[in-house]
């Protein structure tokens, strides 16, 4: 019997042991690929009686992953669930992504949190941990267990192998969650080598109308290396670096992003350009403040300057590359921010300097209604002797503070606009 043979019976008898639903970690990357593969090809094996419990396809998305893998796990998790749909596979395909106030820009150009580093690496639980956590919370609360099946494998490194080895249960395919004691980790490829995984994605064609194909040619321009077509024991395999957010600066460089450059992607130039100077210019005292965000004495988060200058760069970058990648919400939590710090700088007049308009448009009733009650309110308030622009700001900021989910600091946010006023001759 083939190792992949052995690896779907397992899979098979794994599923009908008992009832306890499945949550398969997808990246869209040759592991998760294989894995989710081998997971479909054993179901189809199985009579659809026995077809008994949910499986989760669960992707998470940071919001700040390479765009050019994005797309491409976008077009696929679409794929899985249609297809899964015309089988009447019991799968579900679900995407987390981190909470407004825990996202990447929010945090470093909305909070001043400097360029994550190995020390200080506040993006993983906001970003990865977080969210995927939330989901998992979610089905343990509706079925009470879960077992959650990752593509890891031991062949990935000694610390990797080290760390599934720690929590195996005695003499059972599955270990346990290190958080989360009602959740268990089922890792079927674990004893797969990098070459028969390549070789497997090679030969078995995705059952979700995809093309692994297209995956070898993104790890290919991923890498700048030649994923080899026919993989034995002396080729050596593609796809080492891996692919991740494309911001992060706990790695040296981001190999990944500089090769879909030099393979053809150059509109992604600019976003390799604004990783490499977060990465370069991090402890540099002049773009951090002289307090931590506590009020005690030390290099604080970055100065309103620097978070300018970073939200600039972003949204220059954004028009280049021709993607979002600042959401509306993310640029209103920023304003939102950047006045609870005190600071006059507004990211609206950023974000129109860079796209050069207001995105000016023909007002219909909701626009006209609105422009009416904004013309009442401006009159009350020069009847009183209130500053009417600080009226209207005060409002505005109110109705933009609904979107994040803590709103003890509208106090604040208040005394700040009166106090900026008051100080005014």
């Not at 949550?23 to 009686?49: C, F, H, N, T």
């Not at 949910?54 to 679409?78: A, G, M, S």
Request: proline share 4%; aromatic share 8%; with cysteine.
């Amino acid at each position: 019997m083939s190792i992949i043979s052995y690896i779907k019976e397992e899979i098979k008898d794994q599923y009908q042991i008992d009832n306890i639903p499945w949550i398969i970690g997808y990246s869209g990357g040759k592991d998760s690929s294989a894995l989710l593969q081998m997971v479909w090809y054993a179901m189809r094996e199985l009579p659809k009686e026995k077809w008994t419990k949910e499986i989760h396809v669960v992707c998470n998305d940071t919001l700040v992953e390479n765009p050019r893998v994005v797309q491409w796990i976008d077009k696929n998790l679409e794929r899985i669930q249609t297809a899964a749909k015309k089988e009447g596979l019991p799968i579900i395909v679900a995407k987390t992504t981190p909470e407004l106030e825990d996202s990447f820009w929010v945090n470093m150009i909305g909070k001043g949190y400097p360029a994550p580093n190995s020390s200080f690496r506040w993006c993983t639980d906001r970003l990865k941990i977080n969210p995927t956590t939330k989901y998992i919370k979610a089905q343990v609360a509706k079925k009470g267990e879960v077992i959650i099946l990752l593509g890891t494998r031991e062949d990935e490194s000694s610390t990797r192998k080290k760390s599934m080895q720690k929590f195996q249960i005695s003499n059972n395919r599955l270990r346990r969650h290190v958080e989360l004691n009602l959740a268990y980790i089922y890792s079927p490829l674990k004893n797969l080598s990098n070459n028969e995984l390549w070789q497997y994605l090679l030969q078995a064609p995705s059952p979700w109308n995809g093309t692994n194909r297209e995956l070898i040619t993104l790890y290919r321009n991923g890498t700048g290396d030649d994923c080899p077509l026919v993989i034995d024991t002396s080729t050596p395999s593609c796809g080492q670096s891996r692919f991740g957010c494309w911001v992060c600066t706990v790695v040296k460089k981001d190999k990944s992003m500089e090769a879909l450059i030099e393979n053809g992607e150059e509109r992604f130039e600019p976003l390799l350009n604004l990783r490499d100077w977060l990465s370069e210019n991090r402890d540099k005292p002049e773009f951090r403040q002289l307090k931590l965000r506590s009020g005690a004495d030390g290099k604080g988060p970055y100065n309103i300057e620097t978070r300018a200058y970073i939200l600039k760069k972003l949204l220059e970058a954004q028009k280049v590359v021709g993607e979002k990648m600042l959401s509306t919400q993310e640029l209103k939590a920023i304003q939102v921010l950047w006045q609870l710090d005190g600071f006059a700088t507004n990211a609206y007049e950023i974000y129109y300097q860079v796209y050069e308009n207001k995105n000016e448009y023909n007002m219909n009733k909701k626009d006209l209604l609105k422009q009416s009650q904004l013309s009442q309110l401006s009159e009350i308030c020069h009847a009183h002797g209130i500053n009417a622009e600080k009226m209207l700001n005060l409002v505005k900021n109110e109705k933009d503070k609904r979107l994040m989910r803590k709103r003890g600091n509208m106090q604040k946010l208040i005394d700040n606009i009166i106090t900026e006023e008051i100080k005014k001759p």
